[in-house]
């Protein structure tokens, strides 16, 4: 068990609420799930800007939280059985703010697990091809000449649309009800709008896929968890 008081990271970023849960995080699809999450569920909590500069996210105090040097990362200093947990990786951290909260994953253990394996299709699917999609199409990754690294997220990506299309089918949300699985794939839409990749994917050919991220976009809470933590400047 550890003291927030006297963690690394409280030295970076300090606590002026160290009752509440901290979150570490910056507006990116995976930090803005806990965020989201946090506004759906009400619990208290604040929020740290942890840019994704080297001088951040692999400072001595943020490798103390998360020697993965990813965001987002929480400490709830209410944990399991009164004790403070610190958490990385944005779907464990779903999965706890769930559990802490009894909130947006199912009534039953059936539907716990149908939530958790769309939470899973995301964590190894859409985040990981839709994020090296943004790479070859936006960013460094583009300048090179080879089409077929392109091609083949390009192509990828169209799959991963296509299977999110087909759950839609016949439902408003990815598991059934509203829950994590939502929290965690809707963001990752909504940035092929930021990657400028909507036309590469034909995008438009997804129309409950369209619809769908509209309904998420509309909720209060993702209007707010969208936003935090404020970006500086």
Request: glycine share 8%; charged share 25%.
């Amino acid at each position: 068990m550890f003291d927030l008081a006297t963690h690394p990271v409280a030295a970076r970023w300090p606590a002026q609420h160290p009752e509440r849960i901290q979150l570490y995080s910056f507006p990116t699809p995976n930090g803005v799930k806990a965020s989201i999450m946090l506004e759906e569920t009400g619990l208290p909590y604040e929020p740290h800007l942890v840019t994704l500069a080297d001088a951040d996210v692999k400072s001595e105090a943020f490798l103390s939280l998360n020697p993965n040097n990813k965001i987002p990362a929480i400490i709830d200093p209410d944990g399991p059985d009164g004790a403070p947990l610190a958490l990385f990786e944005s779907g464990a951290i779903l999965l706890y703010l769930a559990e802490k909260s009894g909130k947006l994953l199912g009534n039953s253990a059936r539907e716990k697990h149908q939530i958790t394996q769309w939470l899973m299709f995301q964590m190894g699917g859409v985040g990981p091809m839709l994020g090296q999609l943004g790479f070859f199409h936006k960013f460094a990754g583009s300048e090179i000449e080879d089409p077929r690294p392109r091609e083949r997220y390009v192509n990828e990506a169209k799959r991963l649309l296509n299977v999110i299309e087909g759950q839609l089918a016949d439902k408003d949300w990815i598991a059934g009800d509203y829950s994590i699985a939502d929290i965690a794939i809707a963001p990752w839409l909504n940035i092929l709008d930021f990657y400028g990749a909507r036309d590469v994917v034909d995008w438009t050919s997804f129309p409950r896929t369209n619809a769908y991220l509209e309904r998420f976009l509309e909720r209060p809470a993702v209007q707010r968890g969208m936003k935090i933590p404020a970006r500086e400047g």
